[in-house]
């Protein structure tokens, strides 16, 4: 079992759930091997959807610590090493990248130059879609994310030892044009990894829709986590209720975003009614059409009427719920964007989506955990810790 | 639980309002510029915006009775300035709303110190923009066809139409902002009326104040009413320039459909909305005196917004530039380039300029902390917004699908005049807004001030003004 120490905020002997993610992550590799030998355009596929869950939820927390600096928040310092810990999955990530690589020819027809050759619209295209530049861009996108989580991180860990005002004024100073560096890289990421899967079809709003959707299961993954913490008895005092009832409205708020950029990239695109747009919603409403309303009413409608209320934010049941029911449609959301470029129907080969889920996960929430084992779970310097912990919501 | 917090110094916790004052200082300052007599100024500034919507008027009327043709419409520029000025003002609406609702739910409390005047902004300019879609239907008297008539009359609105979508987005968006302006102002109104010395004033502001006594529940259910309202208006933020965006983007017209619209619309709005109370603040800052009301550090704040959504504006051209390029759509590829490089390339530079240069300044604290610099850039990203619209609305209306019909799209002097003329319409509400009703909520600022913490225990000692005592 967890052992926790009262006065440093750390966990201790915490070997067991890191193991078991551990093994989960072994059994899902295991599962993704299978799968790699049985069907490997599949594979590829459902590595790329479960790499798009992990890597979205550590932008996501990415997102947040820096919005956290950035904004000089107080109420969710307790939380800040949450996040922090969230985003330096991404440096893990990064290594999982390099089987996509080796997956473009499955995953990008645009990657064939026989197919580009024979499609006038992708030769218009080929500047830019192209194997070599896709993984310059994508090497210049991961290391732009891996300084500013490293840079973050160590300068907070820089001040659990000691605390300097000098730290505070470095986290801002590296959020701000972190920030805009965030927007371009996760967008132009969205539009590389995701968008171009049908490398004809196009839409503005697309790197809005998937930043939308890594920011609220972020949130939902803090809150998960912190909630699971909480009922083994840890962090009781300091990650109270009150932060959960903001944490609850940061769930409503962006489900409400991720419905506002989901239905203003679908009505856009429903009323122009220009065939070569409307065609990605026309695969998803043939062949995806339970998968589609799914996502219109489990990842909109149930968590608004759930959330809306003020009592379900202060009620950790509803609230642990919830946020694992948002980190599924969250997945269900990608596999909806990704898997129709694949094949018509869903479902065919779920057991290898699962098992690239396990085996990403797996290993990505080992990862997670050693950090969080290995550092105080609050930044215990920072001074508005205590004033973080009084936070009266409302 | 043992924390070991060093008691470090916060610098963002600072007095919200500055010069140490007490509640009495506050109602002094506040009300004083109602109750004391008419400034000079204050005459000579009315009669020149007086005269500038006196412009306006009498342009309309000859527009109504000349007809539409007297701007510089033509066919494919069916739309010119008329509505390049609705979404304008439109847009700079939304600062006030984003001030007084989403501000206030995210437990900003700098907010009180200008959320009363940029409120009112909020109105006047959704009043300006109001009339524009309303005059430029050339038949006005059919204008009621946009309007949800019941069936008796034989009309069925076009419920696909985002005209039917603009009044009913509009139209909510002026209610709710007309509410939380003025249920937000009762407690101050029943201040003034308190304090009035002459009988005709005390009878007018008493009627508005509603009856408040500041009671111990009429404070409670004031509180309830303000929360619930600032929630319904938060939506409005995001929902109204939502759909004026949709009158272009959903549409089939190269560089009018985009799905980026509505979230870009929205912060080009806010960027421009900051922008303007900004430029109003300033100047009430300086003319009413009020520095300790509205700090270098409020300014500093609103400057940090105003960059946060200039980025965003600038993130929606690059995107949109970029997926003009990447549709291969010859069309679209045509429409960004043209923009740039065409006959509107000086619009659309001056765009660039002031939305995306400008802005840039605010990266440093020394800029967002000096009035004279922030002045002149937030007057420069209202020029830059109003063109934005510009380009977007002429720049891919003259030049469509029929080569053989473009034509350059020259702007007449009731396009000038009438543009002029809607900010004389709304300099002119604001004029009479700062002298009748209290500019900053009193109240509001009260409860930030050090002496209303519980727990203050400064040397002052509490002063208790009855009725103006926050909860």
């Known amino acids: ?394 | 639980m043992n924390i070991k917090a060093p008691d470090a110094p916060n610098k963002s916790e600072q007095p919200l309002i500055a010069g140490n004052l007490t509640f009495h200082d506050v109602t002094e300052k506040i009300s004083g510029v109602v109750e004391s007599g008419t400034p000079r100024l204050w005459y000579a500034l009315i009669s020149i915006t007086g005269l500038l919507s006196l412009m306006f008027f009498i342009m309309l009327g000859h527009l109504f009775f000349t007809g539409i043709g007297i701007w510089g419409l033509q066919i494919p520029v069916g739309w010119g300035f008329d509505i390049t000025n609705f979404v304008f003002w439109v847009g700079i609406g939304h600062a006030g709303t984003l001030i007084s609702a989403i501000l206030f739910l995210l437990r900003q409390r700098w907010r009180t110190s200008i959320n009363r005047f940029a409120e009112a902004m909020t109105i006047f300019a959704v009043i300006c923009a109001g009339i524009f879609p309303a005059i430029h239907v050339g038949r006005p008297w059919l204008l009621f066809y946009v309007f949800p008539v019941p069936n008796q009359m034989s009309i069925w609105p076009n419920f696909r139409s985002p005209l039917l979508w603009d009044f009913f987005a509009v139209g909510t968006y002026f209610t709710c902002s007309l509410l939380f302006w003025y249920l937000g102002m009762v407690p101050d109104l029943a201040t003034i009326r308190n304090r009035a010395k002459n009988r005709i004033k005390k009878i007018i502001y008493g009627i508005f104040a509603l009856g408040w006594r500041g009671g111990n529940r009429q404070w409670r259910h004031y509180e309830l009413a303000y929360l619930l309202l600032a929630g319904i208006s938060t939506p409005l933020v995001l929902s109204v320039h939502s759909v004026v965006s949709t009158d272009f983007s959903v549409s089939i017209l190269p560089g009018w459909h985009s799905t980026i619209f509505p979230p870009y619309f929205v912060a080009g709005a806010i960027f421009s909305g900051f922008a303007m109370v900004l430029t109003l603040a300033i100047i009430a800052r300086k003319v009413f005196k009020l520095d300790n009301y509205i700090t270098l550090n409020h300014l500093d704040k609103m400057n940090k917004i105003i960059l946060v959504t200039g980025l965003m504006v600038s993130y929606s051209y690059v995107v949109e530039f970029f997926m003009a390029w990447y549709s291969g759509n010859l069309y679209e590829r045509f429409t960004f380039w043209s923009r740039a490089t065409g006959p509107y390339a000086w619009a659309f530079w001056i765009m660039f300029f002031c939305n995306v240069v400008v802005p840039q300044i605010f990266w440093s604290k020394r800029f967002r902390a000096h009035i004279a610099v922030m002045f002149v850039a937030s007057i420069l990203i209202n020029v830059g917004m109003w063109f934005e619209r510009y380009v977007i609305i002429v720049s891919s209306l003259s030049q469509d699908f029929l080569p053989s019909s473009w034509q350059y799209f020259k702007p007449t002097i009731y396009d000038i005049g009438m543009l002029i003329g809607s900010f004389g319409i709304f300099l002119t509400l604001f004029l009479l807004f700062v002298r009748f009703l209290p500019m900053v909520a009193m109240s509001e600022v009260k409860a930030v001030l050090p002496q209303a913490n519980v727990h203050h225990q400064g040397p002052e000692a509490i002063e208790l003004e009855t009725g103006n005592v926050r909860g």
């Open chain 1, 1 to 394: 079992m967890m052992d926790f120490r009262e006065n440093t905020f750390r966990l201790s002997s915490d070997r067991n759930f890191g193991k078991a993610a551990l093994m989960v992550g072994f059994v899902g590799l295991a599962g993704c091997i299978a799968g790699f030998a049985i069907d490997r355009d599949h594979f590829f596929f459902s590595y790329l959807t479960a790499y798009a869950f992990w890597l979205t939820i550590g932008l996501g927390g990415l997102f947040f610590t820096m919005l956290h600096h950035l904004t000089n928040a107080t109420w969710s310092v307790v939380l800040r090493r949450f996040s922090e810990n969230v985003m330096m999955v991404l440096l893990f990530l990064a290594i999982l990248f390099i089987p996509i690589i080796a997956g473009i020819g499955n995953l990008y027809h645009w990657s064939h130059h026989e197919i580009v050759a024979g499609d006038p619209v992708l030769k218009e295209k080929s500047l830019y879609l192209n194997t070599g530049f896709f993984i310059i861009r994508a090497v210049i996108y991961v290391g732009i994310w891996l300084f500013l989580a490293r840079g973050l991180y160590k300068t907070s860990l820089a001040q659990d030892k000691g605390y300097a005002e000098s730290q505070t004024e470095r986290m801002k100073k590296l959020s701000a044009p972190g920030m805009l560096l965030f927007a371009f890289t996760v967008t132009f990421a969205a539009f590389d990894w995701l968008m171009s899967l049908d490398a004809h079809w196009y839409s503005t709003a697309f790197g809005v829709y998937i930043f939308s959707g890594s920011l609220l299961s972020a949130l939902a993954f803090i809150t998960l986590v912190t909630i699971l913490l909480r009922q083994k008895g840890y962090l009781a005092d300091l990650i109270t209720l009150e932060h959960y009832h903001d944490l609850g409205k940061l769930l409503f708020a962006f489900t409400v975003f991720w419905g506002y950029i989901a239905f203003a990239q679908y009505f856009l695109i429903w009323y122009a009614n220009i065939p070569e747009e409307t065609i990605w919603y026309r695969v998803r409403w043939l062949g995806y059409r339970p998968l589609t309303l799914l996502i219109v009413f489990g990842h909109f409608v149930i968590p608004f009427v759930v959330l809306i209320s003020r009592g379900a934010k202060r009620n950790l049941t509803v609230m642990k719920i919830m946020a694992v029911w948002l980190l599924f449609m969250h997945w269900v959301d990608l596999y909806w964007v990704v898997m129709p470029s694949h094949s018509d129907r869903p479902l065919v080969g779920l057991w290898i989506d699962i098992a690239a889920m396990l085996g990403i996960g797996g290993l990505t929430l080992w990862f997670f955990w050693r950090r969080m084992a290995s550092q105080p779970l609050v930044p215990v310097n920072d001074p508005r810790l205590t004033a973080s912990a009084q936070l009266i919501s409302d």
